[in-house]
């Protein structure tokens, strides 16, 4: 009979200190996404507004992501390389194209939001995506998961 109280082989210590600012940014570039296609669909000025602070904001905690990214990789000496090299390019990709996309935003009007901005916050949020999900195959092959062993 396989043993019925299964034992957690994930640390809390193995956690990445990137890891505590990554949701902010996570966050602020997906609700600009949402607020995009608000201010598309009734053009009122408060929702570009919103989605230009949400980029600022997500930028500014991204690049304190990425200063953390770099201590955590000085630190524990990880190589770089496999799925983890995907993992910070995607990173970087978001990062730099929300910057491009806080530039578009700061336009006036109608312009500043449709198309561009409209796209740049949609391609952002794939990458987010695929950084999820690639980040979440690096934690469940390293540290997730239960191990049914006693």
Known sequence: MPDQNPQPIA?????SFHSLFTPFP????????????IYWKTAE???ADASAWLLAIGIL????????ALVDLFARRISIEGPLTLYLACSAVILVLSVFNSLVH???????????????????????????????????RRT???????
């Not at 640390?11 to 956690?15: C, E, I, K, L, T």
């Not at 996570?26 to 296609?37: E, K």
């Not at 997730?144 to 006693?150: I, T």
């Open 11 to 15: 640390r809390v210590s193995h956690r």
């Open 26 to 37: 996570t966050v602020c570039f997906t609700g600009a996404l949402a607020t995009d296609l």
């Open 45 to 47: 000025m408060m929702w």
């Open 61 to 68: 905690f991204g690049i304190l992501a990425a200063i953390a």
């Open 106 to 140: 700061s336009r006036d009007a109608w312009t500043s939001v449709v198309p561009e901005g409209l796209i740049l916050s949609s391609i952002v949020v794939i990458f987010i995506l695929v950084a999820a999900w690639i980040n979440w195959t690096l934690l469940y």
């Open 144 to 150: 997730a998961g239960v191990s049914h062993e006693r």
